[in-house]
């Protein structure tokens, strides 16, 4: 075996690399190419998996959103490196004129905007592709997500094990919504869910276009955000006109769909309002009145009874650059399980750090939502014998 320094011993190297910075690949790239010693210590599952137990989260490597226009979503998607020289992956051009569904666990997933629909599940750091069939007859879509189906995983290295796939949809006609569960593992779709009434409790007609400009019919309008996962249940956001906003979940294990109302308060925003999953692992509702944010977790009393709590309250103003306050800021995502939001303003895209409470410019525009964060470590590629 070749000494990776002739100066250090190896573990002592082993300890050096655990600390370099997860967010800049760029430093495990440029080592991994220096010998073929380096570059397989640095593909090693074992240093990997050591070097993600000891920094825990994944970083954000990029971002990823749908381009719109005048309120319209267009079907091109962009991927956009957070991580300056030496990009983890690159876009795969064949996915562009596609649109983004949801992001989580290492993986994209993607449609391309046809009915029937395809969808597509990406990796972009190995670049695999999975296209799936639509699983719908005769639904409107409201969503798709997707997420590792590895049973108490810790979700740094499985991007490349099995995975679900959700689809979630209505019938326009009775008001009724179902789910679908399809599994890499099997590659087929389960039976839907029980049906679950939707129209009788919003009083409202559901709109075709789902990701597109918002229909309006008797003072009503229905539109879907991307999802949130919360332990085992995905959340969908489902907006409203003056009845308010309900929360749609969806328990992956029990295969089953419910509704949760959300605060009052923040029901009557459209497009000030995202789900979050909150650092504490609890559902979390976070929206916006001009420049003062309201963030929410909901809580389970000592009664077993869930209900919403209003935790924070911040003024957006002194950090936030909005530039013409003419122009509405919005929220379009958050990440999960950190205190991290997207929103837009005159001046563009930017993330903001609710822990310490500053900004940051992701990109230029107005027209990016939704948006959604690529968590995920780097892992040099191996080298071709």
């Known amino acids: 075996m070749v000494t990776l320094?002739?100066?250090?011993?190896?573990?002592?190297?082993?300890?050096?690399?655990?600390?370099?910075?997860?967010?800049?690949?760029?430093?495990?790239f440029r080592l991994s190419v220096l010998s073929k010693p380096w570059h397989s210590l640095l593909s090693d599952p074992a240093f990997h998996h050591h070097y993600r137990k000891f920094h825990q989260t994944p970083?954000?490597?990029?971002?990823?959103?749908?381009?719109?226009?005048?309120?319209?979503?267009?079907?091109?998607?962009?991927?956009?490196?957070?991580?300056g020289s030496c990009p983890p992956c690159t876009f795969d051009p064949q996915l562009a004129d596609m649109v983004m569904c949801d992001c989580r666990h290492g993986r994209v997933l993607l449609d391309d905007g046809e009915v029937p629909m395809e969808l597509v599940v990406w990796d972009p750091m190995t670049g695999r592709r999975r296209g799936l069939s639509d699983p719908r007859e005769s639904l409107f879509y409201i969503g798709a997500a997707v997420l590792c189906a590895v049973d108490g995983c810790d979700h740094t290295t499985c991007h490349e094990g099995p995975f679900h796939v959700v689809f979630v949809g209505i019938d326009a006609e009775v008001g009724m919504a179902t789910a679908y569960k399809y599994s890499s593992e099997t590659g087929e779709w389960s039976m839907p869910t029980s049906e679950l009434a939707l129209v009788g409790e919003l009083e409202m007609v559901v709109e075709l276009d789902l990701?597109?400009?918002?229909?309006?019919?008797d003072d009503g309008y229905f539109q879907a955000m991307h999802s949130v996962l919360v332990e085992d249940s995905l959340h969908f956001l489902l907006m409203s006109g003056p009845q308010g906003a309900r929360i749609l979940k969806y328990d992956v294990g029990r295969h089953c769909l419910s509704v949760i109302v959300p605060p009052a308060a923040a029901a009557v925003y459209n497009q000030g309002t995202v789900l979050m999953a909150t650092e504490h692992g609890r559902l979390g509702v976070a929206h916006i009145d001009k420049l003062i944010l309201y963030l929410w977790s909901r809580e389970t009393g000592p009664d077993g009874v869930a209900a919403w709590v209003q935790y924070r309250v911040i003024d957006l103003m002194p950090f936030l650059p909005i530039g013409d306050h003419a122009?509405?800021?919005?929220?379009?995502?958050?990440v999960e399980g950190a205190s991290i939001i997207f929103a837009t303003t005159a001046l563009g895209v930017y993330a903001i750090d609710l822990k310490l409470l500053r900004s940051r410019k992701l990109c230029e525009g107005q027209d990016v939502r939704p948006l959604f964060p690529f968590m995920s470590f780097y892992n040099p590629p191996a080298f071709a014998e």
């Open 211 to 217: 990701f597109d400009d918002l229909g309006t019919v």
């Open 5 to 28: 320094s002739p100066d250090l011993p190896d573990e002592l190297v082993h300890e050096i690399l655990f600390r370099l910075p997860p967010d800049e690949p760029a430093c495990l």
């Open 59 to 83: 970083p954000m490597l990029g971002y990823i959103y749908n381009e719109s226009a005048h309120g319209e979503t267009i079907s091109v998607t962009h991927f956009v490196p957070t991580t």
């Open 327 to 334: 122009i509405k800021v919005e929220l379009i995502g958050a």
